[in-house]
């Protein structure tokens, strides 16, 4: 590894950029690993499904998640978020589980370490100061890791672990956010022992031909969304100033569009995610996705947010600059 100074370069996934991408603006690095998604989700998918290695830690989760207790998938950040469909699809089948803060259940969850069947730890990193602390304390306890740096400090602590295959990540949590979603999904699947690759193929499918698609209208998108606050949380005084993207996919999909419906009626706007075509209004952008199995549809509702965060950054610019290494991680 390069040293600078008298400390090694701590490369993001422990890998060197090229020289192209070292020069490269936020705004062109959003874009590159926004379109780098379709297939690196196809290579985990693939390689989930024959690699030996993923193979023994699957059948090691699917043993140690079959004992008494929650299964627990704990994360910080976009990884806490990307764990949230791998414990959804373990309730949806009748297995207790939940997503849990890694940094609340450090400080805070230490009298019940012991009760989770196992706890699934992600980190894109594999540094966060948190989950590396929970995995050295960890004990007897049951632990797994979801991580996308096999050079990284869990990936060492880690018995049983899975890799997330993104590659290198240097803008927004997007590729990194897919795959660990997947994997998460993949996982709880395993667990339950029921067959997944069917429905990851036709998720993946979905996922690559609306992100083209939906990415083809951002610049729409954001002209509609341009001017208007966002808006998360009760609806009681939305009016003209707000705006909202509200998912309507899945078993919930009905009480999307009438939230959506309620906000217009209130003079809000809304970008309205559905599996189905519905007409636009002035006041109504609407971006069809493909149907997917629960919970996968945790990754296609993402495709309409990314669109937007691009176009945004085309327009404006991008005053985040792109992170090739990893700075100091404290608690």
Known sequence: MEVRGDRERRWISGVEPPPKLL????????EIECREQPRKLQELICAYAADLEIGAAMRGLQRAGSGRGPVLFI?????????????VMLQTHGRASFAVDAGEWLYYGTPVWDDPALSVLLTTSGESAELVELFRRGGESELALICNNAASTCWSLAENRLPILSGPEYGNATKTYTNATAAAIIAASEILGLAWRKDAEAAAEVFSTCLDRVFSVRAGLEAFCRGAGFRHGP?????SSH???IVALGRVAELGVKLAAECNRRGGKVVLISEEDRIPTERLFTIRVGAVAEPWEGITALIAPQALTLAMAERSGCRLPPRFEYGVMEQ
Not at 235 to 239: A, E, M, P
């Open 75 to 87: 994360g910080m950040g976009a990884s806490f978020c990307s764990s949230i469909s791998g414990s």
């Open 23 to 30: 020069s490269a603006t936020g705004t062109e690095i959003l």
């Open 243 to 245: 705006i909202a993207i």
């Open 235 to 239: 609806n009681l005084d939305v009016d």
